[in-house]
């Protein structure tokens, strides 16, 4: 089956990532994936105001998820949205079961996420960056998490769909997956599909999650491979 | 062996097949048969290891990851009962994993992994440079440059003091900058500290620069050969913090100053004293 851009259904659009961009924050990766472009910032484990807020085994994670007024053809208005506030949440929800929380009590740990450019799968990109700064911040995890949507085009199934795909699924099934650990950390659905083709659909997009983790492991060691010494 | 976490949706991963996912109308039953239940996929991948490891000689480990190799989180470091996961790694099942992105140090049967960037977390006995925050009743609250702020007791200080007699801030105000030894840290990280030790001091005068803590046992050098010769070349009073911060006070601070900074940015290269040696006999 052929796609608007020529892919096969398995395979991802061009993938880049980077890691420790911003030499402010503690870690921080840029991930673009075909035309979406998403930034992460992370700072922490640090200090949590207001104290009613802190946790006093663990630390919590906080993510905040945004897209930048140039991200889109119309622009986006700036600041939070009903949208933006629900990825936030699946963002924290998809990346809290990588991180040993346990090991810093009454601390927050902040992502930070910006959209610079969006072209569908966004949230999945964010996911992907998010992850690769949390390490390069040197933050404990468990395992890296990767992430990637996937759905149904006329009948086939698709795995990275573009945002004109996106109009025209009968699915978009965003999925976020720890490799290693074989966990599944974020499961969405938009649509309206079979149990076969759930259950097909979810398999497609473990097979790019797993494409992904491998990239993201290549660019944690682009940059730090060279610091083991002696 | 495995903890199996109940997911809201029971999705049993296949075999791995190379099938071609198009629109092969696959009937339900069908498909309930092939998938595989987690139990027993986990336990064909194991005889698969044992398979694999078998090929060797059974007794050895299987060491994944040499030592000083560089490993992410996730990362297998080992394969066997033999070794024990120290720093910033774990165990899980028969294997070692890193929970952290650092290099791996073998030291005999445990394994550390040193992490290459990361907050300072402060540790009993560290020495360290902090900032006074905020000045209480009973003690001051010190800025250690971590995700936890570190508490000096009236107790900790030299000497006797007077707490309803004593203005506080006349001893240590803020603003101002303590060598102090951390006493300690409970598990709930409260970390108290001490200025009891001989070598603890307010400084009066000099630098303060910051530097990455996961670099302070490279400025320090093995046995202190390191800032030694950073000390000597440039005349400078030095002294290094666990947390990162460091004071420098002499002859030639931006020298010392430039010398520490260039061994942050190339603490990987080897022959890294000699770099540094040479760099400090340019600039006399």
Known sequence: MKRADGRKNDELRPVKMKVGVLKHADGSALVTIGKTMALAAVYGPRELNPRHMQESDRAILQCNYTMAPFSTKERVRPGPSRRSVEISKVTREALEPALFLKDFPRTTIDVYIVILQANAGTRTAGINAASLALADAGIQMRDLVASIAAGKIEGHYALDLTGDEEETTDCDLPVAYMPKERKFTLLQMDGNISKDDLKQIIRLAVKGCETLYEHQKKALLEKWSKEGFE | ?284
């Open chain 2, 1 to 284: 062996m495995e903890n199996h976490k109940a997911d809201e949706l029971e999705m049993e991963m296949e075999e791995v097949e190379k099938e071609d996912i198009g629109t092969k109308e696959v009937k339900a039953e069908e498909m309930e048969t092939k998938i595989l239940t987690r139990d027993e996929e986990f336990e064909k991948e194991d005889q698969a290891e044992q398979f694999e490891s078998s090929e060797g000689k059974p007794e050895e480990s299987v060491a994944v990851r040499k030592d000083k190799q560089v490993v992410l989180p996730g990362s297998k470091i080992v394969e066997s009962i033999d070794y024990l996961p120290g720093r910033n790694c774990y165990r899980d099942g028969n294997s070692i994993y890193s929970k952290r992105l650092g290099v791996v140090y073998y030291k005999g049967r445990v394994i550390d992994v040193v992490p290459l960037s990361g907050k300072y977390m402060p540790e009993t006995d560290d020495m360290v440079i902090g900032k006074v925050a905020e000045v209480q009743y009973s003690g001051w609250i010190i800025d250690i440059n971590a995700p936890y702020k570190g508490f000096l007791p009236l107790s900790g200080v030299r000497g006797f003091i007077e707490p309803s007699r004593t203005d506080l801030s006349k001893i240590y105000g803020v603003g101002e900058f303590i060598y102090a030894r951390v006493s300690e840290v409970t598990p709930m990280k409260d970390v108290r500290l001490s200025m009891k030790d001989p070598s603890t001091r307010k400084f009066e005068s000099g630098r303060i620069m910051r530097i990455s803590p996961v670099k302070v046992p490279r400025v320090i050098g093995k046995q202190g050969s390191m800032i030694n010769m950073i000390k000597d070349r440039t005349g400078c009073r030095i002294s290094v913090g666990q947390n990162g911060t460091i004071w420098l006070q002499g002859e030639k601070e931006n020298l010392a100053a430039k010398a520490i900074m260039e061994i942050e940015e190339n603490s990987q290269i080897p022959g890294l004293t000699d770099h540094i040696g040479k760099l400090l006999n340019e600039n006399r």
